[in-house]
């Protein structure tokens, strides 16, 4: 029977339709406490130098931003697998995000890698768009260029079909921000870790 379902877990808001979670709610600070030791694994791994010198190659190849919405477009065209997709999951980058997603699966939902202008560079599963810089997973991680960390809200993934949070991290070399990294963590975990803590 399909209908309204709402209940709480110490806190953490979750409302189902049916069976099937469509979101949650938790706090930004609450997020950003529970998430403490997964930002600081992403930002560890957005220092690998494998990811900055992908990252270089990327830039240096001098997409215009037309270029880069035209490849979006046709990227979301279609939800089947493009050579631009298997392209961008099958190259290195791509099957080492596999790799770790894959080996954490109770942990990651999803990683992906961008340039200077929020093209992807390399990501596992395919994402749902090409251009990521239009959306504020993006903007706020890569901060004009000045670099932040970025923790999203609680939503429902549609590369992933997980609710997950986003965590965004710069990628930098030599003090500058050259891409970002984003990273997402399962609501599952976040719950599991909340139970843990009790807070």
Not at 160 to 184: A, E, M, R
Request: proline letters at 3%.
């Amino acid at each position: 029977m399909l209908g309204r379902v709402v209940y709480a877990c110490l806190g953490l808001g979750l409302v189902v339709v049916g069976a099937t979670p469509t979101y949650a709610t938790l706090s930004q600070a609450r997020l950003a406490r529970l998430l403490r030791n997964k930002v600081e694994d992403v930002r560890e791994l957005a220092a690998n130098p494998t990811l900055i010198d992908a990252v270089h190659k990327h830039n240096a190849k001098g997409q215009s931003l037309e270029e880069i919405k035209q490849l979006d477009k046709a990227w979301m065209a279609t939800k089947e697998m493009t050579p631009l997709k298997k392209a961008l999951q099958q190259n290195e980058l791509g099957h080492y995000f596999q790799t770790l997603v894959d080996f954490n699966r109770s942990i990651y939902s999803e990683m992906f890698l961008t340039d200077r202008n929020g093209a992807t560079v390399a990501a596992y599963p395919p994402t749902t768009d090409y251009w990521q810089g239009d959306e504020k997973k993006w903007s706020e991680a890569f901060n004009a260029g000045e670099g932040k960390v970025y923790i999203g809200s609680v939503e429902f993934d549609e590369s992933s079909q997980v609710n997950s949070v986003q965590i965004s991290v710069p990628v930098v070399t030599d003090g500058k921000t050259i891409g970002v990294l984003i990273v997402g963590v399962k609501l599952s975990y976040i719950q599991a870790k909340y139970l843990r803590l009790g807070k």
